[in-house]
């Protein structure tokens, strides 16, 4: 069974630019979430999808944004963006439903911002 | 208060000793619990997770719920040098707006000492 898959793994992006991130969930599972972890701040939960709909959101600016589409791949975008973007995001993946639900993480993409 | 804290560290043991890693959250509502492993430069692994009061053991480890106390512990018998690493302690509530959020500690370094 293919677990979480995240593209691309690395990458370098310049201040203002924007960068789109992808997250191909487990099959079967239906809720892809989205984190960042940074050394300062630790892991921190930006947003979360279940069957195509944004079911919860964290507490980032909105040049944060996601999408999950009907086959319950996900993107997630990062506008204009700035030094302190840098980070490792993972996205994880779960059935979305009731206690007992699992969550597991992608390998995660490293962006560095310069 | 933080929402999910754990013993602060890092800890370190002999190997063949057994590791005792602690997590309070304050949250009662709180349903789901998780520890994640996390190797330096690696995404979060799914060590075990637990969702009833009591124990739950999975090879050298063991899980501990408590939700009178919410208080969570992970006990690593048999300590390895593999067994170094950050260990994530995640709460997930159940329903309403909380599907799919994890809430995580700020993690303790184990090293296993030869």
């Known amino acids: 069974k293919a677990g979480v898959t995240q593209t691309p793994r690395y990458l370098i992006k310049t201040r203002g630019q924007q960068v789109t991130l992808s997250c191909s969930p487990i099959?079967?599972?239906?809720?892809v979430s989205w984190y960042q972890q940074t050394p300062g701040q630790g892991l921190q939960f930006l947003f979360e999808?279940?069957?195509?709909?944004?079911?919860n959101k964290g507490n980032f600016p909105g040049r944060f944004s996601g999408r999950q589409f009907s086959n319950s791949r996900s993107e997630m975008n990062v506008s204009t963006l700035e030094l302190g973007d840098s980070a490792l995001y993972l996205c994880?993946?779960?059935?979305?439903?009731?206690?007992?639900?699992?969550?597991?993480f992608g390998e995660g993409s490293w962006l560095t911002v310069v | 208060q933080k929402e999910v804290e754990q013993n602060s560290g890092p800890l370190s043991v002999p190997e063949g000793a057994i590791a005792s890693l602690n997590c309070t959250y304050s949250?009662?509502?709180?349903?789901?619990f998780f520890w994640y492993r996390q190797y330096s430069g690696k995404s979060p692994e799914l060590i075990m997770s637990?969702?009833?009061?009591g124990d739950k053991e999975d090879g050298r480890f063991t899980a501990q719920l408590n939700k009178a106390s919410q208080y969570v512990s992970l006990l690593i018998r048999d300590s390895q040098p593999s067994d170094s690493a950050t260990y994530l302690c995640?709460?997930?509530?159940?329903?309403?707006?909380?599907?799919?959020?994890?809430?995580f500690g700020q993690g303790t370094i184990l090293t296993v000492h030869p």
């Open positions: 994880a993946s779960s059935g979305g439903t009731g206690t007992g639900n699992t969550i597991y």
């Open positions: 099959s079967g599972h239906r809720s």
């Open positions: 999808y279940f069957s195509e709909t944004q079911r």
């Open positions: 949250d009662r509502v709180s349903q789901s």
């Open positions: 637990i969702y009833s009061n």
């Open positions: 995640a709460v997930n509530k159940i329903g309403g707006t909380s599907y799919g959020k994890l809430t």
